[in-house]
Structures are given as C-alpha cells and as structure tokens.
C-alpha cells in the first residue's frame, strides 16, 4: 500500500544534469527494492536503476557512469542523480517498489508513482 511520488523533471540541455526525487508514504523505502523506469515516445519502457533493501545498487549500461541512485531512509526518499545528460535520456521517468528482489523487469514492481518529465535538449 505504499504510493510512490516523483519530482525533479524538467527541460534541460545535453551535458547538464537533474536530480530526481522519490518519495514514499505509507510505507518505507528501506522495505522496498525501488527502481527507477524511464519511457521515451515511441519507445518500451525501459530499467534505469535499482536499489534494493540490503542497499545493492544496479544501473542499465546506459546510464552507468553518468545517473546515481541513493536512498535516503530518514526522509524516506529514493533519489536518481542524472549528470552528462543526453537527448537520448528524455522521457517520463517513474519509480516503482518491489516487495520482493528487485529485479530489472518492470512488471515485477507492484508500485509505481505518476512520472515525470525529463526533457534534453541538443
């Protein structure tokens, strides 16, 4: 029963970087995996970023490198720190919680926020 809240899109250009923010009531993150999703028009939705509840981390090829996901329990948030970002990277990014391991498929998040934005301009 927990509901899941993202935050942080918005336009930006190719090289620069957005914070995303995820925050999380009626339930706690620490209790979670929480993934990070991202859909581009046109596209499948895709894996970005997973932290799980022992705290292992995993990022899509993509990404690593460049995005940062950290988990924050006392405000009960999960974050994705994007940097170096591309036009590639645009498309409405929701987190989503899995009860159980966390894996890279989205079907196995039984949670998921509303999404944001996120728009990279060339």
């Known amino acids: 029963q927990v509901q899941l809240v993202e935050s942080g899109g918005g336009l930006v250009q190719a090289g620069g970087s957005l914070r995303l923010s995820c925050a999380a009531s009626?339930?706690?993150?620490?209790?979670?995996?929480i993934g990070w999703f991202r859909q581009a028009p046109g596209k499948e939705r895709e894996f970005v970023a997973v932290i799980r509840m022992s705290g292992n981390i995993n990022y899509a090829d993509s990404v690593t490198g460049r995005f940062t996901i950290s988990r924050d329990n006392a405000e009960n948030k999960v974050y994705l720190q994007m940097n170096s970002l591309n036009p590639e990277d645009t498309g409405v990014y929701y987190c989503?919680?899995?009860?159980?391991?966390?894996?890279?498929?989205?079907?196995?998040?039984?949670?998921w926020g509303q999404g944001t934005q996120v728009t990279v301009s060339s």
């Open positions: 009626g339930g706690t993150v620490r209790s979670y995996a």
């Open positions: 989503a919680a899995d009860p159980g391991g966390g894996r890279k498929t989205a079907r196995d998040y039984k949670y």
